[in-house]
Every structure is written in C-alpha cells, then in structure tokens.
C-alpha cells in the first residue's frame, strides 16, 4: 500500500502535467489529443525518464526518486522555486521507511502574542497551521467580524473564504486570487502532513459543499508565507483596500500571524480608521 506522500506526489505530478501544453515545452501536438496538457510519454521523455516508471510515480506507487530525477521532473515541468521546494518535500516524506508519525502538539498562542495583537493599531489574527483563526484582535473583530458568531469548528479563514451566507457582503473584487492564496497554503500544510485529522476534515467538508472549492483544490497549487492585496467590501465606510502579510511565530511549523495594513494618508488608511471608531462605538453601547 502506497504512502500518503506517494499518493499526494502523483497527484501534484499529474496537475502539473495537465498544466502545459505541448507548445509550452517545444512539442509539436501532433494528430487529435484526449488530453489538453502533455501526454505522460511526453512528459517522460522530456525528464529523462522511462514512460512507465513516471506512470507508476503518478499512480502513488513507492518509489524512491533521487534528487537528480526530482530536479529533472522539476525542469521538465517548469515548476517555479516554492512548487520545486513541494515537489522535493512530498518525494523525501515518501522516501522514509514506514509510515512515520509526524509531531502534532497542540497549537498555542504565547500571551506575549496575545498582548502584541491587543496594541496593535490594525487588524490582525493568528492563524494555525491549517488555516484555524486562533487569535485576534479588535480591528480585525471591526473588519471581519465577531469570531463568536462562528461555531469554534467553523472559525477557518479558509472555510470563511467559501461561506457565502456570512461573507458575501465582505467579499474582495478578486475572490477566486484570494482563495487560491489560501488553498496554497492548505496544501503545504497537508504536504508536511497528509493525514492530519484538521486538513481531512476541511478539505473534506469543502469538497462536498463546494464545486467552487473542488475544482481549484484540484490545480494542486502551493503557497508558502505569502503576501498579497486585498478588498474588503464594508457597508458602514465603503471599499478598504488593504495589503496582506503573514509572519511566522516562534515554533516550526507552528501558527503564523496574518496582518493587514493601509498606507497611511490614504483614503484606505481613513476608511479603516472610521470602520474602527464604529466598531467602538458599538462595542461601549
């Protein structure tokens, strides 16, 4: 029986390969194709390898590929720096002897990270390593939300992401972007532990609730620490366009800290300001 990370290995190989086309690698398509992306002799051939040992490692078969094949799959896919970096760590997890048991130690936010949220002047939450808002703070609580209206289970930035009920009216103007960062950075996570019960049960419930989900979860895409820009859609104050950042807390792999700010001066920055003053107002009555 193949390993998780052999499975999780075929499956990124085979998205990957459905992602170029002959022309992309200098092939000529030749007569009618079943498939839009290259064929997996095509693919073989341009890796230097045998046709049926690369089906075998598509099917999740336990093979041991040597870095030199990895870097040769690498290229031949046109994988960018953090899809190589994915690539590598799913073949060494695969590598190891049986089945292996990853650390999974419960996830705590220190107080000295609770009180840096409490001072900080814009919104920012902690997040787990599978997407789990663990902590936030006011201005976050002011922009997306009262975490207390949300069942614990329920309070996933990934989850959020597709919850169309509770986040239409806050959706940014480039959703399908912004859902792709996320599902990122959920497959690094089911990478470094495929069989998580968390990852298992938000992959699972956003498979089955969403075709939306379904079909980008399927393109395999990896994020690591990421960045980016964001709108949010306010009723009380407007558009805020705001940029992202993730910052990683003390522990490896461990919660990371999701920050979003304004350049200052900005009709952005006063915007966020007036949805803060609101957000206290409400909150003293």
């Excluded at 964001?230 to 999701?258: A, C, N, Q, R």
Aim: one cysteine or more.
């Amino acid at each position: 029986m193949s390993s998780p990370y052999a499975r999780e290995l075929g499956d990124f190989l085979r998205a990957r390969r459905g992602r170029l086309t002959p022309r992309d690698v200098g092939l000529e398509p030749g007569g009618r194709r079943r498939v839009s992306g290259l064929r997996r002799e095509e693919l073989a051939l341009l890796a230097g390898l045998s046709t049926d040992y690369y089906q075998r490692m598509e099917q999740g078969r336990d093979l041991r590929p040597s870095d030199d094949v990895l870097d040769a799959l690498a290229a031949a896919l046109e994988l960018g720096a953090e899809e190589r970096r994915h690539l590598f760590a799913l073949a060494r997890a695969a590598r190891r002897p049986g089945p292996g048991r990853v650390p999974r130690a419960p996830e705590v936010v220190p107080g000295s990270t609770r009180r840096l949220l409490a001072v900080m002047a814009t919104p920012a939450v902690v997040l787990g390593r599978h997407l789990d808002v663990l902590a936030w703070n006011t201005m976050a609580e002011a922009l997306l939300g009262d975490p207390a209206d949300y069942p614990p289970d329920r309070l996933n930035m990934l989850m959020l992401m597709f919850d169309d009920d509770r986040t239409k009216e806050r959706q940014c103007a480039d959703w399908e972007r912004q859902a792709l960062e996320y599902i990122g950075m959920m497959r690094a996570a089911v990478a470094a532990d495929p069989t998580h019960p968390r990852a298992t049960a938000v992959v699972g419930e956003l498979s089955i609730r969403s075709p939306e989900f379904r079909r980008l979860w399927a393109r395999h895409d990896v994020r690591e620490s990421v960045s980016g820009v964001k709108t949010f859609h306010v009723p009380e104050v407007g558009d805020i366009m705001l940029t992202w950042d993730t910052y990683p807390l003390p522990g490896s792999p461990g919660p990371v800290m999701l920050a979003f700010t304004a350049e200052p001066g900005t009709p952005d920055a006063d915007r966020l300001q007036l949805l803060a003053a609101l957000h206290a107002t409400r909150s003293a009555r």
